[in-house]
């Protein structure tokens, strides 16, 4: 299939594909190679000496905790950064990348973490941005819609091309990042975290494509927190920690286990810590809630010092319910917090009443990226750090107190919260939330994009929480999450409550069920 206008006999995809040739028998030769890379921000180096190769027909996974040089190795490899000492090879040349756009002349793309793309622009638009189709001296909008949809029928994603990005949920943003770089004929493709937002199906159809396009001869750098996923498509695996390069191994030669080990350099032989035992008391009863469009007659309740798990597939309404309770949507339905009822709609009501929501969307909705640690620290209980003027000195103190508690590892307390890893921006955020001294905390999707290492963390803050008599809404999309944390479990399907499980009835089974509604709704487990 080929686009019309200029750049007619461009291939929409890889040439290869057409036919999709096997190339076991081939060789596989090395495309891209890092040659003693090291760089420094200023005085810090974050990479050392590192040495690696990307081969023909081959996905190289590269893993390690956040912070650990993977994002900034990357960025290298595809022209965002100058290394500071080392060299890239391609096919076996010295190359110097001084743009991205040097590095895509090269066949060399990169599909982002922190999506690349224009929210007021259209899908189609986004896709073909910088390398537009044309017919004569007009653009030829037919032809780019054509191969945005075939694109996107790749990865099995019903979005018309026509919607703008702004329109879209996140797991299809990330779908239309990736089929931006599938009609850009890599040689080797750079994948950032690319299902750290995505289904377990969207995964599944990622990873066909990518096994596709390993056996048309592309070298895939992959990473991901997820090593089952690791597991399941990398044929070598690299390790880093702290800016070295520690391991590297054929995938057949590595579990999932000695990975997690070798990424945080020490053992992990248990993940979850043992659950707390919750009250008798009640602190949250939500009653009859609906969320127009999205939740419809939804009950539950909230014992003190338990941990709540929230379950089910991605669009059964898990995070606009909890919206709803705490404001920020409109919401109809009866809250009764501590017995006392609080007003449906109203932030404000909800957060003087002891309950804070820490958000799926850290990057977005959560921090203020372009901000210090301090003052994104202080921010929602800035009223208690303000008489006349802000008291900057208690505002260091809180910081101080924070990154001890929450181990935030940043090199200079002035840091913008932007330039932290994903892991310490989650961090950040829940000691953001902690501040206002809640006590019921609703955290949606705690861990999403975060290395095992500080999943371990996290998982240690939420249990602690509990143990201390608060009360805590765990919504997760991945399952050994909820059940590892949760004393019980509420799945949501189709905007309803399907059903709630406790003790050893918390099985991925049960809950799958559930979700997918082959369980009786509204039906108790015991």
């Not at 002891?354 to 990057?363: A, S």
């Not at 089974?509 to 709704?521: F, N, Q, S, T, V």
Request: proline residues 3%; aromatic residues 4%; contains cysteine.
């Amino acid at each position: 299939m080929y686009a019309g206008g200029v750049g007619a006999g461009r291939p929409l995809f890889h040439p290869v594909l057409a036919s999709v040739p096997r190339l076991k028998d081939i060789a596989m030769a090395a495309v891209l190679g890092l040659k003693g890379i090291s760089h420094r921000f200023g005085p810090i180096q974050v990479l050392f000496d590192v040495n690696l190769e990307l081969r023909q027909g081959e996905v190289h996974a590269l893993i390690g905790e956040n912070g650990a040089g993977k994002s900034t190795l990357m960025k290298i490899m595809s022209g965002y950064l100058q290394p500071t000492e080392g060299e890239l090879l391609l096919d076996g040349n010295a190359v110097r990348f001084e743009t991205l756009r040097d590095a895509e002349a090269a066949g060399i793309i990169m599909i982002h973490q922190e999506f690349n793309l224009a929210l007021q622009l259209t899908v189609e638009e986004n896709i073909f941005l910088g390398r537009e189709e044309q017919r004569g001296f007009f653009l030829d909008q037919k032809a780019m819609q054509a191969q945005s949809r075939a694109l996107l029928g790749r990865l099995n994603c019903p979005v018309d091309p026509r919607q703008r990005i702004s329109d879209l949920s996140v797991p299809n943003r990330q779908m239309v990042e990736i089929a931006k770089a599938l009609g850009r004929n890599a040689r080797v493709l750079i994948m950032d975290e690319p299902t750290a937002v995505l289904t377990n199906r969207e995964t599944d159809t990622l990873l066909e494509q990518i096994d596709r396009l390993k056996t048309a001869g592309t070298a895939i750098l992959y990473t991901s927190h997820k090593l089952n996923e690791v597991s399941r498509i990398a044929d070598r695996v690299t390790v880093l920690r702290d800016g070295h390069k520690v391991l590297e191994a054929p995938s057949r030669e590595l579990d999932e286990q000695r990975m997690a080990e070798a990424m945080v350099g020490r053992s992990l032989s248990t993940l979850f810590p043992d659950k707390a035992m919750p009250a008798d008391e009640t602190v949250l009863e939500v009653r009859d809630l609906s969320v127009p469009g999205h939740v419809d007659d939804a009950s539950f309740a909230l014992r003190r010092g338990e941990v709540l798990g929230f379950a089910g597939l991605v669009g059964s309404g898990r995070t606009e319910l909890m919206e709803g309770i705490v404001g920020l949507r409109s919401a109809t339905g009866q809250i009764r917090i501590n017995g006392v009822s609080v007003k449906p709609g109203s932030v404000l009501a909800a957060r003087e009443a002891g309950l804070v929501y820490l958000t799926e969307d850290r990057k977005e909705k959560g921090l203020l990226l372009g901000k210090n640690l301090r003052e994104n620290l202080t921010l929602l209980a800035l009223d208690r750090f303000t008489r006349v003027t802000i008291d900057r000195q208690a505002e260091e103190r809180a910081l101080s107190r924070a990154i001890e508690e929450f181990d935030i590892r940043a090199g200079d307390r002035e840091m913008l919260a932007g330039n932290l890893s994903g892991g310490n921006q989650q961090k950040l955020l829940l000691a953001k939330t902690m501040l206002a001294e809640p006590d019921i905390v609703i955290i949606d999707e705690p861990t999403r994009g975060i290395d095992i290492g500080t999943k371990q963390q996290i998982y240690g803050f939420i249990s602690q929480l509990a143990a201390r008599g608060k009360s805590v809404i765990v919504i997760s999309s991945e399952l050994p999450e909820v059940i590892g944390l949760a004393n019980r479990v509420v799945v949501m399907a189709s905007g309803r409550i399907a059903g709630e499980l406790e003790g050893k009835r918390i099985t991925e089974d049960a809950i799958l069920r559930l979700a997918m509604g082959i369980a009786e709704r509204k039906a108790k487990v015991e």
